[in-house]
């Protein structure tokens, strides 16, 4: 069973960043893809970034390109969302979710896809 933990999120002021960690445990990272998505008051839930299974390839949401960036530390079993240049429109809850193998560019922000999901980290840009 594979287990996630989200942790890093917060209040920031419009322009700060911040760093999204998961903790993943229960299966090798190395065999998983992992991705963020989040979901803001009264919005649908929707796909924010995803890296694949080897982390060779990576995806952004339109509204997230350029200014956040996904990583993993397989030594951490650990993925990492960068977050700069934050606006007030990026508040939200983020969750992080994982399959095992690897989404392609077409399907990685559906959210069937993913077997597991975290708990979520609240994440507040307002000044």
């Known amino acids: 069973q594979v287990h996630l933990v989200e942790s890093g999120g917060g209040l920031v002021q419009p322009g700060g960043s911040l760093r999204l960690s998961c903790a993943v445990s229960?299966?090798?990272?190395?065999?998983?893809?992992i991705g963020w998505f989040r979901q803001a008051p009264g919005k649908e839930r929707e796909g924010v970034s995803y890296v694949n299974s080897s982390g060779g390839s990576t995806y952004y949401a339109d509204s997230v390109k350029g200014r956040f960036a996904i990583s993993r530390d397989f030594a951490k079993n650990t993925v990492y969302l960068q977050m700069n240049s934050l606006k007030p429109e990026d508040t939200a809850m983020y969750y992080c979710v994982a399959k095992r193998g690897s989404l392609s560019g077409s399907t990685w922000y559906l959210r069937p896809w993913y077997e597991y999901w975290g708990q979520g980290t609240q994440v507040t840009v307002s000044s």
């Open positions: 229960g299966f090798s990272l190395d065999a998983l893809g």
